[in-house]
Each structure stands twice: as C-alpha cells, then as structure tokens.
C-alpha cells in the first residue's frame, strides 16, 4: 500500500533490482519519480439513509453499499439528496445516446447501471461496439459524468454478471483508505460523494420508489430511455483523517544507440490494496502476489534481457507505477510528467498479472484491433506453437482497468495481453487463471506459492521481448489502428478522448 514502510522497502527493491539488472536512473538522472498524493482514511463505517414519504432504508457499508468520498475534508455530508435514476449515465454523441437528456441533477444523486447498453449482445453489434466493453462502461467514466452534470453523489448499481467481478472486491477496493493524487490546480472529476450498490439493495431501493428495477433495467437499454426521479432522498456523512505524502514511480532507462531521445516501455505497477476483507487464511494482509507483483517481476526480468543484448536503436523504458489500485494514480502522474516527450514515447506494454498457472497453447490480447504492436505480438506467438484466442472477457473491459489506460488517454499505442486459457499442463498448484480471478484476486488468498509454474509467464515474457526489440529497433513506430477509440487522426468513429476532451484536462 503506498504509504507505509512496506511500500518503501518494495520500492528500494526494485530500485536495486534495476540497478542490479544494468539500467540508469531513469528519470531526468534520478531512479525515482516522486508522486504526491493524500489519502482519506474512514474513521467510521457509513450508513447510506435512504427516505421516502413511505419508509426508509439504512443501508451498511460493505454489505448493502460501499461509498466514499475523494474531497479531501474530514466530514462530507449528503443530506436529504434528492435521488434520480439516469440508467446507464451515458452522454455519448459519437452513438446517438444522452441518458440525461438535460435533466437537472445539480445537487442531487444520481443512481446508474453498470456497464453500457450493449453489455449482454452476443456479438460485436450495436450503438457501443457489442458486447465488448466501451470506455462508456467503465465506471470511472460514469463518475467523471456525473461530476460533469453537477450531482452531488454518484451511485452505481452492481451485478457480477455485468461489472466481471463480485460485489466482494469493490468493498475490498474501496472500504478502506482512498489515495488520490494531491494536486490542488487539477480541476475535481468526481462528485462529493461515490460509491456503488450491491444488486440485493438496489432492488429494495427501487421498491421503496415504486418502481420495477428489472423494467426499469429494460427501458435503460433504449435511446428513448428518460432519467426517472425516484422520489426518495439519500443520506450520508463521511468522516475521514486526512494525510499527504508522497509515492514513488521507479523508472530505468536503457539509452538507445543511435535515438536515445525516443522510447519504447515497459510497465507495471508495484502497490496492492494493503489490507482487506479475511479470508480463510485467518488474516487481513492482501500481498498482491500475483496481481502485481508477477507483473514487476516480469518487468525486471525484460530488464535483465535487454540490458544483456547490445544497444538498440531507440532506449527502452522500464517503469514500476505507485496507486494503481486507487485509479492508476502513478502512471496518470507519469504521462503528465514524463521522463522524455510523450510524443518521443513511441509505444510500450503494460504488464499486470503474469500466468504463474502453468503453459497454455494460446494468448489473448486484451480489447484486439488497437494498435500495430498486436501483429508481432501475434506473430511470435505462432512462433512458439501458440494460436491467438479471443479475448476472454470483452465484457469487462480489461484494457480500461490497469496502466496501460493512462497513456492510451494521452495518445501513446500501448499493448495489454496475457496467456490464453488452453492450458499445456496442469498446475502445480491446481489453480487456473480464471479460478484466480473469481476466487483470488483483490483477496489476502493472493500470496505467494513456491509452486508457481512460472511457464507460461516466461514465453509471455518472450513475446513481449520481441516486440519491444521490434519497435525499439526499428524506424517504425507503432499505430493506432482505424477504428480505435484512441486513434486520434485515423479513427473511423470519434474517440472517447475527441468527445470529452474535459476528461483530459491535465494532459
């Protein structure tokens, strides 16, 4: 957790590490980026009231609801809020879709659906692409929206099937200690209050409104869909002690023989959640072995590589983000202060949970058709024997969720991929990829095993190499294909970061 003397022995580590591996200080001659941040820490556990002329409801924290608050104050309150269902929070013109269609929520809350329209479509039609995932979905997006339309309080309603992941990881994410960056000229994209409502809940708000939360859910999926003011009010104080510090970014650098002012990166990030929830190992320490330290370890090891080879034409950047569990607050920090030009930065990949789970006959691309680094990534993978297999789980929008986020927002091609789940032999440790994700992830079960297969994770960290080498090498850069979302000059619809340029303001 950043932070906390733990966070600065990990920190040191993987400065030596580098150091170790034969990089230099990467940044402006220095290993470390410093990144300020604060944090807000709960002093008590939170009820969410909400009222009708009917009846009330106390919602609890963790169980019912998990809310929180990044104004940076002691106490926040919402008092008597008038609450208003905007289905699915979207305003997306490049579609044809405004969920709010002018209502006023200035001061109110906002109650939303997960994901976007399309979430359930069995293929890739529809006004957000099908079933994959949309930056629209994401609900960082549906935040910053609501922030943009004036509410007070962001409310999103949860389901498993919808957001990809159990209502158990939001309260293990979000219950605790929040860590923003601590940036007084950036302008505030997020209302007072946020948070999320389990499904379960949801439904008995919807019932003290009298209103049908399934017919509800059906007219959302609808360009005629109109926000329904529910006639309930919403309550809630939020007591935090508030704390600033700073994290570290580490960055080396492998100078480039003939273009050291141009990169090629790789990334992952360092920090975990600290603690959450208990789980069957009878305590509250969630280690993040796999998510991430996997990923820094594949990092270090690229880093031993090509730190072993002769010099390539361009350098090559090695990074280990700090807050990436609390919204990629190290690599947001990064791409506004960037060790060269973003626009010397040619293209990177971004590393977050390596294949500890044993070899697989396939690999995924996680949100394919974004860039030119997916064809030597494609093509090395046929090298090895290995076929490419549709990304997994377009519904949950992986591609949207770690580093690799940030610097697509500001322009720069980046790669997120990972082993398939054809799986060559079984593991060691009787554990999948997919079980970790539905068991695991964001958990204290998330520890270290000596029975890792760490197989897999080394011909991923194969591809990866090769594709760093090719465009590192070469004159080429890599592109945004047409058609992407982040393909500023050859996207074929607009992208996220053309329609809501107020998304980027500090870039």
Known sequence: MPGTPQAADAVEYIRAQMKRAGLEPGYHGRWIQDVPLVTLTPATSPVLEVTSDHGSLRLNQGSDVVVWTKTPKSLVSLHDSEMVFVG???????????????????????????????????????????????????????????????????????????????????????????????????????????????????????????????????????????????????????????????????????????????????????????????????????NGAVDNASGVAGVLSLARSFASSPKLRRSVLFIAFTGEEQGLLGSAYYVKHPALPLSDTVGGINIDVMNVFGPTNDVMILHPGLT??????????????????????????????????????????????????????????????????????????????????????????????????AFASGGERPTWLPGSEFGFPNSTRKPVTDVHKDLLPNL
């Open 88 to 286: 699915y929070g979207i305003v997306a013109p490049d579609a044809g879709w405004d969920d709010y269609k002018g209502a006023d929520v200035r001061g109110k809350t906002v109650v939303m659906l997960v994901n976007d329209p399309d979430w359930q479509s069995s293929d890739s039609t529809g006004p957000f692409g099908g079933k994959r995932l949309s930056y629209y979905g994401r609900y960082t997006y549906k935040f910053e929206e609501a922030a943009r339309h004036g509410a007070n309080a962001a409310l999103i309603i949860h389901r498993t099937d919808a957001a990809g992941y159990p209502f158990k990881v939001l309260v293990n994410t979000n219950a605790g200690p929040k860590v923003q960056i601590d940036d007084p000229s950036d302008p505030k994209d997020h209302a007072s209050v946020e948070g999320w409502i389990s499904q379960s809940s949801a439904k008995d708000v919807f019932d003290l409104a009298g209103l049908d939360l399934e017919a509800q859910m059906s007219n959302a999926g609808t360009r005629e869909f109109h926000p329904v003011p529910m006639q309930l009010h919403a309550s809630v104080t939020l007591k935090n002690t508030i704390s600033k510090f700073k994290s570290e970014n580490v960055v080396g650098i492998l100078p480039g023989q003939s273009d050291p002012s141009e990169a090629f990166f790789f990334s992952a990030h360092w920090d975990h959640l600290g603690t959450c929830e208990p789980a069957s190992l009878g305590h509250r320490i969630c």
């Open 372 to 469: 030119t680094l997916e064809a030597p990534f494609i093509a090395t993978a046929t090298k090895q024997g290995r076929k490419l297999s549709p990304d997994a789980f377009p519904e949950q929008g992986l591609y949207y969720r770690s580093d690799q986020l940030s610097f697509a927002r500001a322009g720069v091609p980046t790669l997120f991929a990972s082993s398939g789940f054809q799986r060559r032999t079984t593991s060691n440790t009787g554990m999948t990829l997919a079980y970790y994700f539905q068991h695991v992830y964001h958990t204290p079960a998330d520890t270290f095993d000596p029975n890792w297969d760490w197989t897999g994770a080394i011909e991923d960290l194969e591809v990866y190499r090769a594709v760093g080498r």
